[in-house]
C-alpha cells in the first residue's frame, strides 16, 4: 500500500506543479490538444493521468487538419465526414479514462461538418481495439439530432444553444450523479435535467470521435475533470480555449487568466465593444502561448500578430514570443458591419479628403506586448490609398489621437505596425482615389538617374525620344523597372529643336529637353513604370523669355486615372522667384537671370501611387517670335512602402539626397521629410551634422513647407535647427550638400532630433526596410572636371543706356589661361525682352550655330572650339521694343559656356560672363549749380594722403565729409536688398546679384540710373 500510495502521490503532485487549463489541475483526467501530442495512431495526454488516446487500425485514424484562420491559426483533428465508411476514432481501454463515475466534466472544442442527425464526439463506457464503430454512449457528448443544431449529453436531455456549422465552438457538460446537468456554449449556460447513475459509466473505457454515429467533426481540443467544476473554474477554462481559438464567450463575462485574478477582458469597460472577441496572449500555467490571433465569427476583417506573419501557423517557431508571463492584448469590436465610409475626424483631415470605416475597436492591454503587427482586410471599404490606422483613448477618436500608415500587401490586405502602452480604441481609414494602385512595397527608395540614363542611351535614345527597360532595384513584388522615359512631339513634331541632341543629360544629373514656342502645340514628356510607386522629384526653368512663359502641367497616372502631386517651391519665395503654383500647373511669371536655379525650380511629390508621371509642356504665348524653352527633369526617387518604427511620440525623419550617387563636381538636395503620425503640432529641434568630405552649400536652405519657424545654423558640416514646429502629417526640408573631395567615397549621413514635449531623442531613418533607424548613405563619385578657374568671361556693351530701335553692340571675351585648347564646348546666349542679332562676328572662337542668329534673339553655337589666349565675339544687336515689352526695365544679357557639356561635370564647368542690365535712356537733363559765396565748411575728412593741404578738410565747401586718396576706392555696403531686414528711406548697398548702386525710396529698391536731377 506505501508504494501505491507513492505512486499516486507522485502524479497528483506532478499535475499540480505542471501546467493545466486555465490553472485548474483538480481532478484533471484528460487533456488533448491538437497542437501537441498528435499522430493519426496516438493522441498523448497532457492530464498526467496518462488517458492517451490510440487508434492501431489504419483506416480509422484520425487526421491532422493544418492551421488556418478558421482554427484561430491552431490544428484541429479530423475525425471524418458523415459516412460510416469514414467513421474515425481513437479509445482508451476499459478501466480509463476516471477511476469512479461519480462526477464529469468534459470541454471541448468542436466543429461540426453536419447536423442532421446524431453525431458523436466524445462517449464513456465502451472501447474496442478493432476497425468495428461500437458504442460508448453512457453518456456521450453528441449532435442534437432533435434541434440539428446544439450539442446533447445523451441519453440525457441535457443540451447547449445552437451553434453554427463549420465553426468552432467550445462545448462543455458539467455534473454529479443525481445532480443537476450544467452545460455551455461559448459559454452561454444552460442548465437541467439530472444525471441518473445508470447514464454514467465513465472508467469503463471512452471513444473520441465516430461510433455507429459518426463524428463527422473537427476536434481541436479535449479536456476532462474527475468532478464537477465550480463556475469560477470553468470561466478560466473557457477563458484560455477563448483566447487561443478565438471564439467570444457570450457577454457580458470577463475574461479570466489562470492565476484566476488577471482580467483580461473587462467586459464592463464598454458594453458596446464586448463583440468578436479575440487577442494574443502568454498564459505559462495553462501553456497559452497565442501569437496570433483573429476573431473566428463572420465578419472578421482585423488579425493580429507578434510577428509581421499573417500565415503561418501560430506555433511557427519564427514569431516572436510574448515576453512576460501574464500578457494579453485582447480586441472587441462595435460590431458596426456597414460598409458605407464617414469623414476622419477634423484635427487628421484638414482638406476633408480622409475617411473613416464606421467600425470600431476596443483594445486591453495587461502588461507589455511590445510592437504588434495588424492586418485589416478593408476590400469592402471605399478607401483604397494612403490608408492608415487611429488610435485614440476613446471611441469617438478625439483625445490623444494618432495615425499609423499602412502598407498594402497585394492581396490587398492593409499591415500596421504599433506597440499598445495602455488601453485604446483603433479603427482604420484613407482616401478614396480613383484607380487601385497598390504602391510596391520593401521599404526601399530607390533612384532613376534621368541625366545619367540619357547619357547612358547615346545616340539611339536622342534619335527616337525614349530610353526603356531600365532597372531600378527588386521590392517584395519582384524587379522594378522604369518601363520607358519619352519625349513626345507628336502633337507638331516642329516644335522640336535638334532631335539629334535633346533630350540629354544637363550639369551632370539633370535632363534637359528643348521645344520652340512659336506654337500652341503641346510637348509631352512622361516616364513609365512596371510597378505603382510613390515618387519626388524636382523640375526647373519655369520662367519667361521674351515675354512667353513656360506652362508645365504635372500629373500622375494610377489605372488610367489622374493622380495630382503636391507642389511646392525649390526655394523660398521672393522677388526673384521666376513662376507661381496653381494646383498642379506652373506658370512662368519672370525670366531667369543668372541667379541659383533654385530659384525656377519645383519640388514635385507624388504621395499617392502611381505608374505613370508626365509634365505637359505649353507656352504662354505673348508674341509670335520663334524662341525656345526647356524643361530640366531631375533625378525621380522612388519610394517603396514600409511600416514605420512604433514610437513613443510618432514623429519620424526619412533622410535622403535627391541625387545619388553624385558626382563629387556636383550638388545634391538633402531630403529630409518630417512626418508627425499625431493630431496635434509637435515641437523638434534637430542636429544633423555631415562627416567630413561633405559641406553644406550656404543659403540653400528651404522650408516652404514649413513657413514662419525658426531658421537653421548651418556651415560647412554643422547643421542645427531648434524649435521646429511640426504640423500633423508630413512636410519636407531641403538644403543643399556638395562633396569637398574628389575621390570615390560613400557617406553615412543621419540626423539626431528630439521632441520637445518629452525630451525624447531619436535618429532619421534612411532605410525603412531595415528594422531601426538606419544612417542616409550618399555615394560619392569622383568627376573629372575642367578646372574653370582658369577661364574669364567679360561681357562689355558699347553704350550705357538705350532705346527702343537702337542698334547696340555687344563684345565678349573669352580668355583660356589652361595652357590647353578646349573642343566641343557650347555657347549660349538667349537675347531677352526682344534683341534681335543683326550681325556678328568671332574672332579666334570658332562654332556651328545651332540655327541662323541673324534676324533671331538666339545665339547658340554648339562643337565650340576655344583657343589658348584671348578670343572675341562682336554681336550687333537691335534693341527693337525691347523696353516697351519690359515696361522700361533694364534689359537683360549673359552669355554662358558649358566647357565640357557632355561631362558629369558639366554643371561645374560651366562659365558665364556678368549680367548685363542695360537702363533706358530717359532724356539725360541737368541743372546749373548753385553759386555765391559758401555758407559752411566740411568739418570730418578721411585722407590717404601723408601730406594734408593746410586747413583741410575746411577748404571744401559745404560738405559733411570729405573723402580723399590716390589709390583707395570708397566701399559700401556690399549685399542683396532681400536680406536687408529693415530698410529705411535713403538708405544705400551695391546689390552684388542686380550688380548696381541700389537705393531704397521708403517703399522699394531700385538701381540708380542717370536721369534728370530735378
Not at 471611441?395 to 500608415?405: K, S, Y
Request: charged share 15%; glycine share 8%; net charge positive.
Amino acid at each position: 500500500m506505501k508504494r501505491l500510495f507513492i505512486l499516486i502521490y507522485l502524479i497528483i503532485n506532478f499535475t499540480i506543479q505542471g501546467q493545466s487549463p486555465g490553472g485548474v489541475n483538480q481532478g484533471l483526467r484528460i487533456w488533448l490538444k491538437a497542437n501537441e501530442g498528435f499522430s493519426p495512431g496516438s493522441w498523448i495526454d497532457h492530464s498526467g493521468a496518462g488517458n492517451t488516446f490510440t487508434q492501431s487500425n489504419n483506416s480509422r485514424q484520425p487526421f491532422l487538419q493544418k492551421p488556418s484562420p478558421k482554427n484561430n491559426f491552431n490544428p484541429s483533428v479530423d475525425f471524418g465526414t458523415n459516412s460510416r465508411s469514414d467513421g474515425r476514432f481513437m479509445v482508451v481501454p476499459s478501466g480509463r479514462p476516471y477511476i469512479n463515475n461519480a462526477a464529469n466534466t468534459v470541454l471541448l472544442m468542436v466543429s461540426a461538418k453536419d447536423f442532421r442527425r446524431y453525431h458523436d464526439y466524445i462517449g464513456f463506457g465502451g472501447t474496442t481495439t478493432t476497425a468495428r464503430l461500437t458504442q460508448a454512449n453512457v453518456p456521450v457528448v453528441t449532435n442534437n439530432s432533435q434541434s440539428d443544431t446544439s450539442v446533447q449529453l445523451y441519453p440525457t436531455r441535457a443540451q447547449t444553444s445552437r451553434r453554427t456549422l463549420n465553426k468552432n465552438h467550445l462545448v462543455d457538460f458539467s455534473y454529479s450523479v443525481g445532480r443537476t446537468i450544467t452545460s455551455g456554449l461559448d459559454g452561454r449556460n444552460n442548465s437541467g435535467p439530472s444525471m441518473p447513475s445508470r447514464s454514467s459509466r465513465l472508467g469503463s473505457g471512452a471513444i473520441l470521435g465516430s461510433q455507429p454515429e459518426v463524428a463527422a467533426a473537427d476536434i481541436s481540443e479535449v479536456i476532462s475533470f474527475q468532478r464537477e467544476l465550480s463556475q469560477s473554474e470553468k470561466n478560466r477554462i473557457r477563458s484560455y480555449l477563448a483566447v487561443k481559438y478565438g471564439v467570444t464567450l457570450s457577454q457580458p463575462q470577463n475574461y479570466i487568466a489562470s492565476d484566476g485574478l488577471t482580467v483580461s477582458w473587462n467586459s464592463g469597460r464598454n458594453q458596446n465593444f464586448n463583440n468578436n472577441i479575440f487577442g494574443i496572449a502568454k498564459d505559462t500555467n495553462t501553456a497559452l502561448d497565442q501569437n496570433i490571433s483573429n476573431s473566428i465569427n463572420n465578419g472578421n476583417i482585423l488579425t493580429v500578430a507578434t510577428s509581421n506573419d499573417f500565415a503561418s501557423p501560430n506555433a511557427t517557431g519564427s514569431r516572436r514570443a510574448l515576453a512576460v508571463d501574464k500578457t494579453f492584448l485582447m480586441f472587441g469590436d462595435n460590431n458596426n458591419t456597414a460598409t458605407s465610409v464617414i469623414n476622419a475626424p477634423q484635427a487628421i483631415n484638414p482638406n476633408g479628403d480622409r475617411k473613416r470605416i464606421p467600425r470600431v475597436w476596443q483594445v486591453e492591454r495587461t502588461n507589455e506586448s511590445g510592437s504588434i503587427w495588424l492586418q485589416a482586410d478593408l476590400a469592402a471599404y471605399a478607401i483604397n490609398t494612403n490608408i492608415f490606422m487611429m488610435v485614440a483613448d476613446d471611441e469617438d477618436f478625439q483625445t490623444n489621437l494618432i495615425i499609423v500608415p499602412g502598407i498594402t500587401n497585394s492581396d490587398g490586405k492593409v499591415v500596421f505596425n504599433y506597440a499598445f502602452t495602455k488601453n485604446r480604441y483603433i479603427t482604420f481609414g484613407g482616401e478614396v482615389a480613383e484607380g487601385n494602385c497598390i504602391q510596391c512595397t520593401g521599404g526601399k527608395t530607390f533612384k532613376f538617374r534621368t541625366g545619367f540614363s540619357w547619357r547612358q542611351a547615346g545616340q539611339s535614345g536622342r534619335s527616337s525620344n525614349e530610353i526603356s527597360n531600365i532597372l531600378l532595384g527588386n521590392t517584395s513584388q519582384g524587379p522594378l523597372r522604369v518601363v520607358r522615359m519619352v519625349s513626345d512631339y507628336t502633337e507638331n513634331p516642329s516644335i522640336e529643336y535638334r532631335p539629334r541632341v535633346y533630350p540629354r543629360m544637363y550639369r551632370g544629373t539633370w535632363v534637359i529637353t528643348r521645344r520652340y514656342d512659336n506654337t500652341n502645340a503641346v510637348a509631352r514628356h512622361f516616364v513609365e513604370f512596371n510597378q505603382s510607386v510613390k515618387a519626388r522629384f524636382q523640375i526647373s526653368n519655369i520662367n519667361t523669355y521674351l515675354r512667353n512663359g513656360n506652362l508645365f502641367t504635372v500629373k500622375g497616372y494610377c489605372d488610367g486615372k489622374v493622380v495630382y502631386p503636391k507642389i511646392t517651391y525649390g526655394y523660398p519665395v521672393n522677388n526673384r522667384t521666376t513662376f507661381k503654383i496653381d494646383g498642379n500647373l506652373l506658370t512662368g511669371i519672370r525670366p531667369f537671370r543668372g541667379f541659383t536655379y533654385l530659384y525656377s525650380t519645383a519640388n514635385i511629390v507624388f504621395d499617392r501611387p502611381v505608374q505613370k508621371i508626365e509634365v505637359e509642356c505649353r507656352v504662354n504665348r505673348v508674341n509670335a517670335r520663334r524662341t525656345l524653352r526647356s524643361l530640366t527633369w531631375g533625378d525621380i526617387a522612388v519610394e517603396c512602402a514600409a511600416n514605420p518604427e512604433p514610437s513613443e511620440d510618432n514623429v519620424y525623419i526619412y533622410q535622403s539626397f535627391s541625387t545619388n550617387p553624385v558626382y563629387s563636381c556636383n550638388e545634391t538636395t538633402m531630403i529630409m521629410k518630417i512626418v508627425n503620425n499625431n493630431s496635434v503640432n509637435k515641437t523638434i529641434s534637430i542636429i544633423n551634422n555631415l562627416p567630413s568630405g561633405l559641406n553644406y552649400v550656404s543659403n540653400s536652405y528651404n522650408d516652404s513647407e514649413l513657413p514662419g519657424n525658426p531658421q537653421p545654423a548651418y556651415n560647412n558640416q554643422s547643421f542645427v535647427l531648434n524649435n521646429l514646429v511640426v504640423p500633423t502629417g508630413q512636410h519636407t526640408l531641403y538644403v543643399n550638400v556638395k562633396p569637398s573631395n574628389n575621390i570615390d567615397h560613400t557617406y553615412q549621413t543621419q540626423a539626431d532630433f528630439t521632441v520637445s514635449n518629452t525630451g525624447n531623442t531619436y535618429k532619421s531613418d534612411g532605410d525603412a526596410s531595415i528594422p531601426g533607424y538606419q544612417a542616409s548613405p550618399l555615394e560619392v563619385l569622383a568627376g573629372q572636371e575642367i578646372d574653370a578657374s582658369k577661364f574669364k568671361l567679360t561681357k562689355l556693351i558699347n553704350v550705357s543706356c538705350g532705346a527702343n530701335n537702337q542698334k547696340i553692340t555687344y563684345k565678349l571675351t573669352i580668355e583660356n589661361n589652361s595652357g590647353a585648347a578646349i573642343a566641343g564646348a557650347n555657347l549660349e546666349e538667349n537675347l531677352e525682352d526682344g534683341q534681335t542679332i543683326l550681325s556678328y562676328t568671332m574672332n579666334g572662337i570658332t562654332g556651328t550655330p545651332a540655327v541662323n542668329p541673324v534676324g533671331s534673339t538666339i545665339f547658340h553655337l554648339n562643337d565650340v572650339n576655344i583657343p589658348v589666349g584671348t578670343s572675341t565675339i562682336d554681336m550687333v544687336v537691335d534693341i527693337q521694343d525691347s523696353y516697351t515689352n519690359n515696361n522700361n526695365s533694364p534689359i537683360f544679357s549673359q552669355f554662358i559656356i558649358e566647357l565640357d557639356p557632355d561631362s558629369v561635370c558639366s554643371g561645374s564647368s560651366t562659365i558665364s560672363s556678368e549680367p548685363i542690365f542695360l537702363p533706358v535712356c530717359k532724356g539725360i537733363c541737368t541743372k546749373d549749380p548753385a553759386k555765391g559765396i559758401p555758407n559752411d565748411i566740411t568739418r570730418i575728412g578721411i585722407s590717404g594722403h601723408t601730406n594734408l593741404q593746410a586747413n583741410w578738410p575746411a577748404t571744401v565747401p559745404n560738405g559733411f565729409i570729405a573723402l580723399e586718396s590716390k589709390n583707395k576706392g570708397f566701399v559700401i555696403t556690399r549685399t542683396t536688398s532681400d536680406k536687408i531686414g529693415k530698410p529705411v528711406e535713403g538708405m544705400l548697398i551695391f546689390d552684388t546679384d542686380d550688380k548696381c548702386f541700389k537705393l531704397y525710396n521708403g517703399s522699394t529698391w531700385n538701381c540708380i540710373t542717370r536721369t534728370c536731377n530735378d
